[in-house]
């Protein structure tokens, strides 16, 4: 992952928001969330909480009185997170690093993460970092994508960028998003770090989009994919993303579009 890849700024976290979240993540959120209050954590943490999707999900299913803090290393995430969010009194936004948890020991039942783990410049620190805030009995709970192949549209994307820069072209989406999903790693990096009994489920959604530019703008323009394809040509923004779109429209049709998504769910507990 480069340094660059962490940095959501801009127009980027609304972008992502308004696209993004609806073509990808709500359904992975909605579960997320499910499994979460079958726990009935009373203090829960969310890291990279980005735009709040699993936030907006989760804190209506938790009881009266249990306690939420959300964060996320990009204050324009959470920013734009809690403007979205229903007024709860529960509910804490701060600005923390998942690998230096501003937090106390044994301060949560629940840490829960939605893909962001892949973003993590050393998960055996941020893996740590969230045992260490877990009280004995606690859980974390998270999920990353699995392999980009297995995920149509962004496969698309990255395909169609490849052709349109074929001298560079933009990885981003294969590098980071979709460059965490050996669940042999991940199993091992999570025992290493002290977690036990280790559940990894992967799970398959459907990704629905009106129009094939939807896509092509939600991962061209609400991702840091953009920042990729405006260092290659500042000018060429709105061109790669009508090349994308034109390569989703000629594999799936012009009108209401659909394809597979997936990604693993990792449960790990602390004894």
Excluded at 172 to 198: K, M, Q
Excluded at 236 to 261: M, N, P
């Amino acid at each position: 992952m480069l340094e660059t890849d962490k940095v959501f700024a801009g127009s980027i976290p609304e972008n992502y928001d308004r696209y993004m979240v609806p073509l990808i993540f709500e359904p992975f959120a909605e579960d997320l969330a499910q499994r979460a209050a079958c726990l009935s954590p009373s203090a829960v943490l969310e890291t990279a909480a980005g735009t709040g999707v699993v936030t907006r999900a989760l804190a209506p299913k938790l009881s009266p009185g249990a306690s939420y803090v959300a964060t996320d290393l990009n204050q324009p995430m959470l920013d734009c997170a809690a403007s979205r969010q229903t007024p709860d009194s529960c509910i804490k936004w701060r600005q923390a690093d998942a690998l230096a948890l501003p937090f106390e020991n044994a301060a949560f039942d629940l840490v829960c993460c939605q893909f962001g783990a892949m973003f993590f410049p050393d998960r055996s620190s941020a893996y740590r970092e969230a045992k260490r805030v877990l009280k004995p009995g606690g859980h974390f709970l998270f999920n990353v994508w699995d392999r980009i192949e297995e995920n149509v549209f962004a496969d698309d994307v990255t395909n169609a960028l490849a052709k349109l820069f074929p001298n560079d072209p933009p990885r981003f989406l294969a590098r980071t998003p979709h460059g965490y999903h050996d669940t042999a790693l991940i199993r091992r990096e999570l025992e290493e770090a002290g977690f036990s009994r280790v559940v990894i489920e992967t799970r398959a959604e459907q990704s629905r989009a009106s129009s094939p530019r939807l896509p092509a703008v939600a991962y061209c323009q609400g991702t840091l994919l953009r920042n990729e394809i405006e260092a290659r040509d500042a000018g060429k923004l709105e061109a790669a993303t009508d090349y994308a779109a034109s390569a989703i429209a000629g594999k799936h049709g012009s009108g209401e579009v659909a394809a597979k998504i997936q990604a693993h769910v990792i449960m790990a507990a602390v004894i």
